[in-house]
Each structure stands twice: as structure tokens, then as C-alpha cells.
């Protein structure tokens, strides 16, 4: 079972309408012939319902790839083009922290110098916070956004008086906790130190320097040439968060202070460009885009980020730690997502205009597209002790899955297939449409874990989308047997059996 409780039973619903949504919108015309990345990130959109979408690729130096699909705005059927601007969000903390560091170059800025040094009137609990600590999220600071409370320019001066008043979170450095106020104290520095407004320095020191004009900083109540409109498919009922069947509308406002945490608004094709500059020495030295590129380490000497995938946080970019195609990887609003893999010379852009797209989530897919060892089919992403059984299985089929792991098992002891990361790789295998291998590999949960209650429900699950109540329902009361509080089992169990008694 995966986190979504209704998984199973809305799946077909839910690809039923986003075909219907995407068959009856309208699409840009005039774009190149259609290749298979296109065809990739059509399906994307259907699956998560996004109305619009730019795409750039960097390769050696070169944009190689720019895609524009689907709609900037929906009430009015206007096509996403290669100018269409998007806003950034929390991707404009990477471009901070480019600026941070050509302070640093310049000699004005020490990252490892308490704040307090350049800033003065900050709270005494304030004063030990390093630069490269706001940078990194690893402050301890109270939040000025606390749950992403609604912070405007008519209620900035009191939010700002209220934040100081409240203590640290944690010992600086103890913990990796995201929050604005990082950012904010990061704008005031920039202020300070370059002797003129962030967004300035921003515009004069990467911007003209690049030649990004589809680039400024803003919020919805700026008027933008060319500004994709913003929409979700969350609400909010009696405080409780919903998720609608319809796309509504969603206003972003970013505060002038607050612009340095998200302020900015651009093109895939701009950004690109950017990645270019900076990769190429044209925007820092390069010791120090190594600097930037380096993951802030807590004072127990490990690394922390948002998720299993950004596993850590640099100078203003989240970064993916692992043994092949490391990342740099800003993210923002759940709607955009820039990676940059410095080992590949190669970088990725993808904005939509989706709150909730997170394409953070498929970006390593697209790479897949031009470098062969990174497609799923070749089990990139996949846990070591995996890669190699699904190898084995693409030889002697995934009908020998128990025997397989048997095999390994006895031929290493210490071989070792981890629960929910066989779950995962099941799933991934449905996302690939294969689902004949997806069904051998929750059996061999099953077999590996027969006391846990999760690997029913996904067998359940699997079973009932290829229509076997019979079987589906057999899983489900076992499921349902070992965690009575299966909501899922047991309202499949009650419609399956409401539907045979009639």
C-alpha cells in the first residue's frame, strides 16, 4: 500500500479523467516533431493533471533540448510558448546563493562569520548563527512562515516583530529544518553588503550578465508579459487540506522582503542559459561553485535535506547524494524543479505551472533520455541488492523472482531485500507499465514478508486493477487479518461483497 489510502480504488477513475482533461484542452501548436522525451512528458501531464509545462536540457555547454506544452492559461486557451514565464519560488534561493558567494569572493562576506557580524539589532539567541548555516536551513531560527502561513506586505512589520520574540528551534547546526527566515536575514545581508537592494545586485551581477530577459523578481501582483497562471487542485475545508477534481486558481504573493526565499520568475530556456554562465566560470570561480555545490553537515557530522531523494542542502540547492549522477536540485513551490548533474555536463529544467506537479520526482527519467544507465529499465534508482535481482530477472523472467532471491541469498549471506523498498520497486515497475513483472514482485514480498499486512494490500491492490475480485479479495482479508484499521481492505472487502450478494 502506498501513502495514498485510495490508491487502488481511484486509479482508474483518476487516468480516465486526466485523458479527458488533456483530450479536451487545447494544445500549442507550431512546436517541433514530437520524440519520445514529448511523448514522456505528455503522459506526465495527463497523470498529474498539469496544464502547462517548459522543458530545456543542457548538454556540454549547449541548450539541446527546449519543449513547451500544454497551456499557461486555462481560462483563456492560451498555449505555453518559449516565452511564457513561470514563477521560481523556492528556486530563487539557488540564485541567492550564487550571490552570496561572489560577496564571498569579493571579500566582504566570511560564511563561516556569525550573521550578527553584518547585521546589527538581531536578537541575542540570533548572534552564533553562521551564513552558511541560513544558507543550509540549519539555523535553528523560528520560521516567520510557520505551516506556510500567509505572510503580505500589510502584515510583514507585525510577523517580523513576532518572529523575533520566539526562541530557537534547535542548537545552530543541530538539525536541518527549511524555513524563510533564513532567506529573509539572507536578503538583508545581501542589502548591506553590496549597497543596494538584493533584487539589484540579483539583476545586475547573473541576470544582464547572462542575458535572461524573460527573468525578474515579482509576485502575482506584478503585471508580467507573458505570465503563466498559477493553479492547484488543493483547498482547504473547515482547515482541513482537500484535494478538488477541478484546477483552481492560486495567487502567489512573495512579500519584497521575502524574495530572496521566492521572489523570482523566469523561463526554462533563461534558466538554461544560467546553468551555462555559472558551470562555465561566467558567474563564480570555480573553487567557489564547489563551495556552493557543498551539502551543509550538521554538528553530528551527517547530512540532511527534504526527502530520501534530496538528501541534502547546499548554498541555496537542495542536492542529491548518491555513487552515480550526483545532483545539485532546486526545487520550487511543488511546481518546478532545476537539476544540475556536474559530473554528466548536463543540467535539466522543467516548470509547470502546477502546484503539486513536483517534477522533482521524474527529472532523473528525463536523463534518462541521453544517458542510457540512467533509464529505470536499467534499474537506476533502484537499492543495490535490487539492481542486480531485476537484472537477473530481465534474463530468466520475473516468474523466478523467489527462486532468484533465494539463490542470492545463498550465494551472499548477506543479501538483504528491505520490505518497502521492494514495495517501491513494484511500484515503479507499475509506473513503467509492466505490470506482469510488478505482480511477481509483490508475490516475493509476500514470500519474504508474510506477516506484514502492507504486502497483502499491494498484491490486493495489484490484483484487483487487473480485475481478479477473487484473489484481490483473498489478499485483502489477510491484509485486513493482520491491521484491523485497513480502511482500504475493508472497503474493497464491503463493495465486493455488497456487489456478489446482488
Not at 507550431?30 to 517548459?54: N, S, V, Y
Not at 486555462?74 to 519560488?89: A, E, H, M
Not at 533584487?199 to 507573458?226: C, K, W, Y
Request: contains cysteine.
Amino acid at each position: 500500500m502506498k501513502t495514498s489510502t485510495f490508491r487502488g480504488l481511484s486509479y482508474r477513475l483518476t487516468t480516465l479523467l486526466c485523458v479527458l482533461l488533456w483530450s479536451f484542452g487545447p494544445i500549442a501548436a507550431a512546436q517541433a516533431p514530437a520524440d519520445a522525451l514529448d511523448t514522456f512528458l505528455k503522459a506526465k501531464m495527463q497523470e498529474r493533471r498539469i496544464p502547462g509545462l517548459q522543458l530545456a536540457v543542457v548538454r556540454q555547454g549547449k541548450v539541446v533540448k527546449l519543449g513547451q506544452y500544454g497551456l499557461a492559461n486555462l481560462q483563456d486557451s492560451v498555449p505555453v510558448t518559449r516565452q511564457s514565464r513561470f514563477f521560481l519560488n523556492s528556486i530563487t534561493k539557488a540564485f541567492v546563493g550564487v550571490a552570496v558567494m561572489q560577496l564571498v569572493e569579493a571579500g566582504k562576506l566570511d560564511l563561516a562569520a556569525p550573521a550578527s557580524r553584518y547585521l546589527t539589532g538581531l536578537p541575542a539567541a540570533w548572534h552564533p548563527v553562521t551564513v552558511r548555516q541560513l544558507l543550509t536551513h540549519t539555523s535553528g531560527l523560528p520560521d516567520i512562515m510557520p505551516e506556510d502561513e500567509m505572510v503580505t506586505e500589510g502584515n510583514f512589520g507585525a510577523a517580523w516583530a513576532k518572529v523575533q520574540t520566539q526562541p530557537l528551534a534547535f542548537a545552530p547546526g543541530a538539525q536541518f529544518a527549511y524555513n524563510q527566515t533564513n532567506y529573509l536575514l539572507l536578503g538583508q545581508l545581501i542589502d548591506q553588503l553590496s549597497g543596494q537592494p538584493f533584487a539589484r545586485f540579483i539583476q545586475e551581477r547573473q541576470l544582464n550578465v547572462v542575458g535572461m530577459p524573460r527573468t525578474t523578481s515579482g509576485d502575482a501582483h506584478d503585471v508580467l508579459p507573458n505570465a503563466a497562471r498559477g493553479y492547484t487542485y488543493a483547498h482547504y475545508v473547515d482547515g482541513q487540506r482537500r484535494r478538488s477534481s477541478q484546477p483552481r486558481n492560486l495567487f502567489e504573493v512573495f512579500p519584497p522582503m521575502l524574495r530572496t526565499a521566492a521572489g523570482m520568475s523566469s523561463s526554462a530556456e533563461d534558466v538554461a542559459h544560467w546553468l551555462v554562465a555559472l558551470q562555465q566560470g561566467k558567474l563564480l570561480q570555480p573553487n567557489s561553485l564547489v563551495e556552493l555545490r557543498t551539502p551543509g553537515v550538521l554538528t553530528n557530522g551527517t547530512q540532511r535535506g527534504f526527502s530520501k531523494l534530496l538528501n541534502g542542502y547546499a548554498l541555496g540547492w537542495p542536492t542529491i547524494n548518491r555513487s552515480e549522477h550526483p545532483a545539485m536540485a532546486a526545487v520550487g513551490g511543488g511546481r518546478s524543479a532545476v537539476f544540475l548533474y556536474p559530473q554528466d555536463d548536463m543540467a535539466i529544467v522543467v516548470l509547470t505551472n502546477l502546484q503539486g506537479a513536483n517534477p522533482e520526482s521524474f527529472v532523473d527519467e528525463i536523463a534518462g533520455f541521453y544517458l542510457p544507465d540512467m533509464r529505470a529499465a536499467a534499474g537506476f534508482g533502484l537499492p543495490p541488492a535490487i539492481r542486480t535481482l531485476q537484472a537477473d530477472l530481465r534474463q530468466r523472467g520475473f516468474d523466478k523472482a523467489v527462486e532468484a532471491a533465494k539463490q542470492a541469498k545463498k550465494n551472499d549471506p548477506s543479501f538483504h531485500l528491505a520490505e518497502d523498498e521492494v514495495n517501491a520497486w513494484g511500484y515503479t515497475l507499475l509506473q513503467q507499465k509492466q505490470m506482469k513483472d510488478a505482480l511477481q514482485v509483490f508475490k516475493l514480498n509476500v514470500s519474504l514478508y508474510p506477516g506484514s499486512a502492507n504486502t497483502y494490500d499491494s498484491l490486493a491492490e495489484l490484483y484487483a486493477e487487473l480485475g481478479d475480485t477473487a484473489l484481490a479479495r483473498k489478499n485483502y482479508q489477510r491484509a485486513l487479518a493482520l491491521n484491523p484499521k485497513n480502511t482500504t481492505a475493508a472497503q474493497y472487502l464491503q463493495i465486493t461483497g455488497s456487489k456478489a450478494k446482488n
